[in-house]
């Protein structure tokens, strides 16, 4: 990372850090040497995800609901807030506690920012821009979003967020900053929880068919998580109020992305069509020309590479 876009910080609150993102987020601000108190309540998180810094020098763990306030009881300078449920099968499973995960959560997360003088980063997402008329989606674009559909609970609780921290902003002069992540995968994900990347690995991997949903053109943009996490903590050592795009601007189809894992896992797996979810986007692919030009961001894993790596980390699961 580029020295002007790093930070030694002293100590770091990441809510959701046992989830995908959030652990590896708490990694590396551990590999940075700061101390890391991880906040999850285990709803989606898994414990497996902190399992390998429990016991490590400045890592601490509390199973906590954000929703409800909550205090550090000691310095803190770096609030990550990345709790919230973010694979279809969480949120559409735990509808309420999504919304009220980027509301509540959200302002007691912005709390303990301000109390301590902290500089906040949210974890906001490309959902924000529902089924989008603009391609590819820039900052400024102000979405397609059904408010009472099927997705609304993830969309509205990141649009919601969003605008809690701008207001906090505006009103108490909080640090705040907001990322909005487009498709991140990479190992730590779960098979089952409804996102293409790890049900089309788990499928290859098993012999099973891939279910490509519709006729399977809907693009999306797979970012690396070793790259998500570049971003978000250059966003986090910059003065950046956002929000601001992290994501691959180069998008794929999910029947290429679909074709590329059977070849990547040498799978005899064939692919198979089944009906399209409602609300599902037709496109997703991000602008990213203020990362590039504000945070000197943009990410470095090709898919190809970094869906290797991800199948590799599947494929040393135990079997179950």
Known sequence: MDAALSRNWKHAVVTGGAGFVGSHLCTALLAQGAAVTCIDDLSTGAPENTAPLRGRPGFTFVE???TEPFRIGREVDLVLHFASPAAPADYLRLPLHTLETGSLGTRNALAVARSHGARFVLASAAEVYGDPQQHPQSETYWGNVDPVGPRSVYAEAMRFGEAMTTAEAGTHGTDTGIVRLFNTYGPGMRGPDG?????FIRQALDGEPLTVTGDGR?????????DA?????AAAASDLRGPVNLGNPADISMLELARLIIGLTGSSSRVR?????????AVRCPDITLARGKLQWEPEVAPRDGLARTIEWFRSLPIT
């Open 64 to 66: 906590a609901d954000v």
């Open 195 to 199: 996102r293409a990347v790890p049900t």
């Open 218 to 226: 809907q693009t999306r943009s797979l970012c690396h998580v070793d």
């Open 229 to 233: 996490v570049r971003g978000v903590l």
């Open 273 to 281: 069509f089944v009906d399209r979810p409602t609300d599902d986007p």
